[in-house]
Nanobody, 112 residues
Framework: VQLVESGGGLVQPGGSLRLTCAASGFTFSSYAMSWHRQAPGKEREWVATVTSAGGRTNYADSVKGRFIISRDNAKNTVYLQMNSLKPEDAAVYYC??????WGQGTQVTVSS
C-alpha cells in the first residue's frame, strides 16, 4: 500500500495550488480518502474527506469554501484544489487512507 503526494510549493497569499495523491497497492475505489495537514509546532489536523465513489465530501471549517477535494478512481488519484490560500494554510499536507496509511507529505508554503 502506497500513497505518494505531489504538487506542493511556494505560493503567494490569495494564490492556488493543486495537490495530487497517487495511490497503489490496494483497491482504491473501495476507500474514502482524506487530506490532513501539519504546521510546524502544531498537531496534524484533518482537512477534507471524499467518499469512495466521490459523491460526498466534507471539509474542516477552516478550509470550507476555499478547498475542493476530488478523486479519479480510474487513475487511483485523489486531489486537493486549494484556492485563496492564506499564510495559515502553510503546512505539510498528507494523503490518508483508513488503515491507517499515510503518504510522505508535500510541503505547502504561503508567503509573499
Amino acid at each position: 500500500v502506497q500513497l505518494v503526494e505531489s504538487g506542493g510549493g511556494l505560493v503567494q497569499p490569495g494564490g492556488s495550488l493543486r495537490l495530487t495523491c497517487a495511490a497503489s497497492g490496494f483497491t482504491f475505489s473501495s476507500y474514502a480518502m482524506s487530506w490532513h495537514r501539519q504546521a510546524p509546532g502544531k498537531e496534524r489536523e484533518w482537512v477534507a474527506t471524499v467518499t469512495s465513489a466521490g459523491g460526498r465530501t466534507n471539509y474542516a471549517d477552516s478550509v470550507k469554501g476555499r478547498f475542493i477535494i476530488s478523486r479519479d478512481n480510474a487513475k487511483n488519484t485523489v486531489y486537493l484544489q486549494m484556492n485563496s490560500l492564506k499564510p495559515e494554510d502553510a503546512a505539510v499536507y498528507y494523503c490518508y487512507r483508513v488503515g491507517p496509511t499515510w503518504g510522505q507529505g508535500t510541503q505547502v508554503t504561503v508567503s509573499s
